[in-house]
């Protein structure tokens, strides 16, 4: 069945730091990706979607490529903030149904 | 506009007993998903609704597990005779409908079975 791997955590980073995260999946078809963020004490929310090979979703500095040959679709910030502090999911869905399916995701934790 | 409701927010409850938590979706979302986030599982699906059928039921643990959602809005999720790994933050989510791409989740139900 489908799956996403994402690397393991904690990642913590010194603020204004270069962020990677990867992630990693295995599915039928073409899904659509998901970057998911959970900042502390809140509930999950999107941070960017791509939805077809080579589709760049971004938001917030946050940038994630869809790359079909590799299968992959690392997440990257250039320069991180301690607001950015929170756990990342990584997640695909097919278009029928919709349902997610995550990557374990990965803490980061930026100090000042 | 008001987003994704859940309720209780904390439930603490005795093994064998039954619990349900309830899920409001954003108005007019016709897709509403269960999902449950534990430790050792990580973020599972666990059912959606397109209106108020279900055709995806496949991530339930286990026949003590069920849900319904009526009037296409409001969700209920049920577990029976609960069992002390049913611990964990149980999450709802709503979306446009099924082909739509983002889900709005709601801020989950943490359960806790003594």
């Known amino acids: 069945g489908d799956s996403v791997t994402q690397m393991e955590g904690p990642v913590t980073l010194s603020e204004e730091a270069f962020l990677t995260i990867n992630c990693t999946y295995t599915a039928t078809g073409y899904p659509s990706l998901f970057w998911y963020v959970q900042y502390p004490g809140e509930g999950l929310q999107l941070l960017l979607k791509?939805?077809?090979?080579?589709d760049k979703g971004s938001n917030k500095g946050f940038e994630a490529t869809y790359r079909k040959e590799t299968t992959s679709f690392h997440l990257e910030k250039g320069s991180v903030q301690v607001s950015d502090s929170a756990v990342y999911f990584c997640a695909l869905s097919h278009n029928q149904g919709g349902k997610l399916i995550f990557g374990q995701g990965t803490e980061l934790s930026v100090k000042p | 506009g008001a987003g994704v409701s859940q309720s209780p927010s904390n439930k603490v409850t005795e093994k064998g007993k039954d619990v349900e938590l309830r899920c409001d979706p954003i108005s007019g979302h016709t897709a509403l998903y269960w999902y449950r986030q534990s430790l050792g599982q990580g973020l599972e699906f666990l059912i959606y609704f397109q209106g108020n059928s279900a055709p995806d039921k496949s991530g339930l643990p286990s026949d003590r597990f069920s849900a319904e959602r009526t009037g296409g809005s409001v969700s209920t999720l049920t577990i029976q005779r609960t069992q002390q790994e049913d611990s964990a933050v149980y999450l709802c989510?709503?979306?446009?409908?099924?082909?739509?791409?983002?889900?709005?989740f709601g801020p989950g139900t943490r359960l806790t079975v003594l």
């Open positions: 989510a709503s979306s446009r409908d099924t082909s739509y791409n983002e889900q709005f």
């Open positions: 791509a939805t077809k090979a080579d």
